[in-house]
């Protein structure tokens, strides 16, 4: 893939702010060659623990630093994190409310080579579902380094999905990240495509195929998935009266989920959801081919408008 | 730590004794508790709370304290009569504990207690959670301590010795865990439900430096607490051999009464044993 990693960018980010911020602690779990930690290893060894192959200590060690007054960034599978180490995260980082940044690794399909078992399509439900938790999902690599000082700086539980892999580059210097605030990415009238990570450059790639179709979509990428920013996505459904979310993420629980819970509450349109639909994806040569194939695809984007605006109509 | 005379060991008993005696009165009142590990641990949290941990209740909050994580969460009826009678908040804020608005909850919250310096509830993290802490210490340059005391039922549980290998990895000298051994647990003996033992050669296989002691003697368990700090390449667990429902004849051994509350009669069999004059 042309694109920059996610990780790579994550990884150089952390290591650097850690020169900034000298109370910044990272932690891995013998994955920090993949998680790409490892730059902080090398840059600040006497801050960097690595604690072997056990998410659930990792965790639990985090908090004992954060209340020691540290800001512990703990980096392994995003997967693994949010299944084996929830009751951790939840007992000791949301209820003890402890100042632990989680760097997901690996998130969504982008593991593409290992399978189910790692990939991680349940976390955003998993983290959403945290009282106290703040979840974010960058777009592609530049946004993840930019969201690191922000989240260190930040004060309380932070789950930061990073790919393994690139996406379709979404982000300038000109965006400004702000927790709870979505990004206006197209302006349009006749539906909203609402993104996250890495579908928010599928989505500007399907606008653009929309917009020769004569189809006017605008672009709004949640990348805080919680809290979420109710008022944009009630103004999208007032503007445009339909909405298609797009997550790398099973629907239930995640993005689709989120904003359909807002929408049914406070202003209802028609809505369709495309995301992985409540199954284990196989393991795959490449990750594009295997998002396509997870119902991912920009054809599925379309697909969905179409479906969504023949709704609006009706 | 002050020095171990006959009057202090007398004071330190006099305090577990009446340790004891609030908690069965606090389970009692809110219904709800768990008597026999918190009886276990009486001597344990009187040494601690009264003896060793360099703490200020003026200052719960103060970064160079000694830190103490109550793994065994369920023994919270103890740790909050330790608290309140090392004068961290009134005793008769424990009056409505239970109370969906009394701050203090069914396990120990660190935001809502002052004194309790970290959450706990579901076993198994207090060892982890302590060496996170005492690798706070030492990146601090702290000269303060990390104790935490967790459950021998509770060592059956991976985590524990998840944290038991990173202690060690990082030498945490400035960490000290206490094994509650008290043999039984809420379906049974630990014996017939998971055997532990060897559990001594267990820790020191795991690189930790091991003492054991009599649990309910105050004496020993100081005297165990103060070889701790002397060593200096190694984290110390203090396996503490105790009695489940210490000094009630009818809860010792008994895992009936892990977490039974006992009702208005059984109280006053129980504080009569604990040598509690009661009135009227």
Not at chain 1, 70 to 98: D, H, K, M
Not at chain 2, 92 to 105: F, Y
Not at chain 2, 140 to 149: D, E, R
Request: glycine letters at 10%; a negative charge.
């Amino acid at each position: 893939m042309a694109e920059p990693s996610m990780r790579e960018a994550y990884g150089r980010a952390l290591a650097e702010y850690g020169g900034v911020n000298p109370k910044i602690v990272a932690l891995d779990v013998d994955t920090s060659a993949s998680t790409l930690s490892n730059f902080f290893a090398q840059k600040h060894p006497e801050r960097f623990f690595n604690i072997g192959i056990a998410e659930p200590c990792m965790v639990d060690v985090a908090a004992g630093l954060a209340l020691g007054g540290f800001v512990p960034f703990i980096n392994g599978f995003a997967t693994i994190l949010s299944l084996r180490a929830l009751e951790q995260i939840r007992t000791c980082v949301c209820y003890a409310r402890t100042n632990v940044k989680i760097g997901a690794s690996y998130a969504g399909l982008s593991d593409f080579k290992d399978g189910a078992t790692h990939y991680s399509i349940s976390d955003l439900a998993n983290m959403r579902a945290l009282p106290g938790m703040t979840v974010i999902v960058p777009a592609d690599a530049a946004e993840a380094a930019a969201w690191v000082p922000i989240v260190a700086e930040f004060d309380g539980p932070v789950y930061l999905r990073i790919s393994r892999a690139g996406s379709l580059p979404v982000f300038n210097a000109g965006m400004t990240l702000e927790i709870g605030k979505g990004l206006t990415l197209r302006n349009g009238k006749d539906l909203t495509l609402v993104a996250t990570g890495a579908m928010v450059g599928r989505c500007a790639r399907a606008a653009e195929q929309l917009a020769m179709m004569g189809i006017d979509a605008r672009l709004v990428e949640i990348h805080t998935l919680k809290p979420l920013d109710r008022e944009l996505l009630l103004q999208a459904a007032g503007q445009t009266g339909a909405i298609v979310t797009a997550e790398e993420h099973t629907i239930i629980g995640g993005l689709g989920s989120a904003v359909a819970e807002t929408l049914a509450e406070a202003q209802p349109v028609p809505l369709e959801r495309v995301g992985i639909q409540d199954r284990f994806c196989p393991t795959g040569r490449d990750l594009d081919t295997l998002m396509d194939v997870c119902g991912l695809s920009v054809a599925e984007i379309i697909a969905a408008t179409k479906r969504v605006l023949e709704r609006k109509a009706h | 730590m002050a020095t171990l005379t006959p009057e202090r060991i007398s004071e330190l008993e006099e305090i577990a004794r009446r340790l004891r005696v609030d908690s069965l009165r606090l389970i009692h009142r809110r219904g709800a508790g768990h008597p026999g590990g918190a009886l276990s641990a009486a001597e344990i949290m009187a040494v601690l709370y009264f003896h060793v941990l360099n703490i200020d209740p003026a200052r719960p909050d103060w970064q160079e304290r000694d830190r103490f994580v109550l793994s065994k969460g369920h023994a919270s009826a103890v740790l909050y009569a330790a608290l309140t009678r090392r004068g961290f908040f009134p005793l008769a804020e424990l009056d409505r504990w239970g109370e969906v608005d009394c701050p203090h909850q069914g396990h120990p919250d660190r935001l809502k207690t002052p004194g309790v310096d970290m959450t706990s509830g579901l076993l198994g993290h207090g060892v982890a959670v302590g060496a996170g802490l005492a690798l706070a210490g030492r990146l601090n340059k702290l000269n303060n301590h990390t104790y935490t005391l967790l459950g021998d039922g509770e060592c059956q549980g991976g985590i524990v010795w998840e944290g038991v290998m990173t202690a060690a990895k990082y030498h945490l000298s400035n960490l000290t865990a206490i094994v509650d051994h008290n043999k039984v647990q809420l379906d049974g003996s630990v014996r017939e439900i998971m055997p532990l033992e060897p559990l001594a050669d267990k820790w020191s296989a795991f690189g930790w430096h091991v003492e054991e002691a009599d649990g309910h003697s105050v004496r020993a368990v100081a005297e165990a607490l103060e070889l701790a700090q002397q060593v200096l390449d190694r984290p110390t667990v203090i396996i503490a051999h105790t009695t489940k429902g210490r000094g009630v004849s009818f809860m010792e051994n008994q895992s009936a009464w892990h977490g039974n509350v006992p009702n208005a009669e059984q109280l006053k069999q129980a504080l009569s044993e604990l040598g509690e004059v009661q009135h009227g």
